[in-house]
């Protein structure tokens, strides 16, 4: 298979896996604290009407409507269209596309903050800095990211998420912010919080949060 084709085939299973999900996703992943704080510390940096991109946007909830509540222009991708007909419901207001992170090019614009909760997990290593490099592109100079990642010290491993098979990624929390400042990231502020699933069976994990600025050299 081509590496075309493994890309084509990786994405259609991530998007199908999501599609399985759907409607369940939040209630089985309530709390989300950190990820609200770091977008609230985003927001705290920006004027009104700024432009936002959402990579991974889910469905909408909280981000996206976060955002858009705080007067911004929210821009939503994601590669379900499950996920993004739940959106479309939750926030009409966004932008909403299909579109796959690695995919992104100029013509989308120019963002004055991007976010990505937990969406840079469903990329496998070796394409994770590729896409932080694109969001390098698509920010203005001194444009605002926020990352979310669960830390784990694997690569594209085959999970069970809600029943469905999701390939996921992560990191040690300093490889991630090396990752992350390698890239051309200033990391501002580090949150490291411990999350107690919904469900009594599911295992302690510990997710973190990077919220970082452009570097303009």
Request: one cysteine or more; proline letters at 5%; aromatic letters at 6%.
């Amino acid at each position: 298979m081509t590496a075309r084709g493994s890309r084509s085939a990786h994405r259609a299973a991530q998007a199908d896996a999501f599609d399985r999900i759907g409607e369940r996703y939040d209630e089985a992943f309530p709390y989300k604290g950190g990820q609200i704080a770091s977008a609230e510390w985003v927001l705290r940096k920006l004027r009104p009407g700024a432009r936002v991109l959402d990579v991974g946007c889910g469905t909408g909830l909280p981000t996206a409507r976060q955002f858009v509540d705080a007067g911004c222009h929210v821009t939503g991708i994601d590669i379900s269209p499950v996920m993004l007909e739940l959106a479309d419901k939750h926030v009409p207001e966004a932008d909403l596309r299909r579109v796959d992170v690695v995919d992104l090019d100029a013509t989308l614009g120019r963002f004055d903050a991007v976010v990505a909760y937990f969406s840079l997990s469903m990329l496998p290593r070796g394409e994770i800095m590729s896409a932080l490099l694109k969001l390098h592109e698509l920010l203005v100079p001194g444009g605002w990211l926020a990352v979310g990642m669960v830390e784990m010290d694997v690569d594209d491993v085959l999970i069970q998420v809600l029943g469905a098979p999701v390939r996921m990624t992560g990191y040690p929390r300093c490889s991630l912010r090396a990752v992350v400042e390698e890239a051309g990231f200033s990391v501002r502020e580090q949150m490291d919080l411990a999350y107690v699933p919904a469900n009594d069976g599911d295992p302690l994990e510990m997710q973190i949060f990077l919220n970082c600025r452009r570097n303009t050299f």
